[in-house]
């Protein structure tokens, strides 16, 4: 029998929707809708007008959040919705609502990722079992998760805060525009870098623009996006030397969260990387991602996968809730509300 259940992702500019039904055998995700947040004054507002367009009337929800997952009170950082998580609920019309961090939902979407979800930078395709699965996304922050998979168990998402963990310089460039970030900031973590406001931060460091005291307004910082655009039209040498400098930091501190969690396989997450996928093959990512002295060999031997899907938050709050499902089955539907994974990748605090 159907069992369908309301997910979505819900990012700071859009709100992608669709059904999922619990009874079958795989994720699978029907009436996909993709909503502008601008559009609408509430999340509540959003997911009710998208049920409205199904005949679907689902006691369970769960959804990826850009933001902090735990709490009453839950705020997007990135957009001006809030909401009180059983009031959400209890619009929704559903018994249970499971919230998720965005990047976490993105790490229980990593066992389910087919082969042509993931791009292989090195190694082998495949994610072998029981092996721990580290996971790095650069975006509007900077998301560090762990796939663990105890022997004869299913696979456990572990959140963390490592993208607050603190930058270490490889180089005079990269110790140079430390140097720049804190000036501005004091701490300098490795998400001051790898997001989209690091990478502004580095190209503003390497142009030589004197670091203005925060909060202030950084004269003659450039945005992102006009960075990337501007070093693949490849007329603009300040923008490819950034973007170059932010791969090649991407892949040092890739691997050493590799490091710490033992890993054998990398998943790079987040969809900054897509929007220059060839510079970035073709970047000295890879050899900052093995540089590691002694442990070289051993960096030499992971698998290190770019995830393409179209929208693994999606299919992780699918996930998620299944998970969820399994464990606590029908009987544990009347709760009212969940929480996994308690991390929030788009923190800017050092």
Same mark, same amino acid.
């Given at each position: ?6 997910i ?6 859009h +709100?992608?929707?669709?059904? $999922?039904?619990l ?6 995700f ?6 502008d ?12 007008? %998208?049920?409205?367009?199904t ?6 929800? #769960? ?8 709490g ?29 961090n965005? %990047? ?18 090195q190694?082998?395709?495949?994610? =072998? ?22 022997p #004869?168990? &299913? ?12 930058? #270490?310089? $490889? *180089? ?10 804190a ?8 998400? &001051? ?17 004197? =670091? +203005?005291?925060?909060?202030? =307004? ?17 007329? *603009? ?12 930091i ?5 691997? *050493? ?18 929007? %220059?996928?060839? %510079? ?7 050899? +900052? ?6 442990? $070289? ?9 770019v ?7 999606l299919?992780?709050?699918?996930? #998620? ?30």
């Open positions: 029998m159907t069992q369908w259940a309301l979505g992702d819900i990012g700071g500019t +709100a992608r929707f669709a059904l $999922t039904d009874a079958a055998a795989e994720p699978r029907e009436h996909e809708r993709t909503l947040d601008a559009d609408y004054g509430s999340l509540a507002g959003a997911a009710l007008d %998208f049920l409205q367009t005949s679907a009337r689902p006691s369970l929800a #769960a959804l990826a959040v850009a933001g902090p997952a735990d009453e009170q839950i705020s997007l950082t990135n957009h001006a919705w809030s909401f009180r998580r059983d009031a959400l609920r209890r619009q929704l019309g559903v018994d249970t609502l499971l919230l998720v965005d %990047f976490t939902a993105i790490a229980w979407a990593a066992p389910q990722l087919a082969q042509s979800d993931r791009v292989p930078l190694g082998p395709v495949r994610i =072998p079992p029981e092996a721990p699965v580290t996971l790095v996304g650069a975006g509007t922050g900077l998301g560090v998760g762990l796939l663990v998979q105890p #004869a168990q &299913r696979w456990q998402v572990i959140a963390t805060e490592g993208g607050h963990a603190g930058f #270490a310089p $490889t *180089d005079d460039e990269e110790r140079a525009i430390g140097d720049w970030l000036t501005r900031y004091g701490r300098v973590s490795n998400e &001051r870098l790898l997001s989209g406001r690091g990478l502004s931060h580095i190209d503003a460091a390497l142009r030589g623009l004197k =670091p +203005a005291a925060a909060p202030a =307004p950084q004269q003659g910082e450039r945005d992102a996006k006009d960075i990337v655009d501007a070093a693949l039209q490849g007329t *603009d040498v300040h923008a490819r030397r950034a973007l170059a400098r932010f791969c090649r991407y892949g040092a501190v890739a691997g *050493d969260a590799a490091l710490m969690h033992g890993a054998r396989t990398v998943l790079i997450a987040g969809g900054m990387v897509l929007h %220059f996928a060839e %510079f970035f093959r073709n970047s000295g990512f890879m050899d +900052a991602f093995v540089a590691k002295g002694r442990h $070289t060999r051993y960096m030499k031997s992971m698998a290190v996968q995830i393409v899907h179209a929208n693994p938050g299919l992780g709050a699918a996930v #998620a809730l299944r998970e969820r499902h399994a464990q606590h089955g029908a009987g544990g539907a009347r709760q009212a509300t969940q929480t996994l994974g308690r991390h929030d990748n788009r923190a800017h605090d050092g």
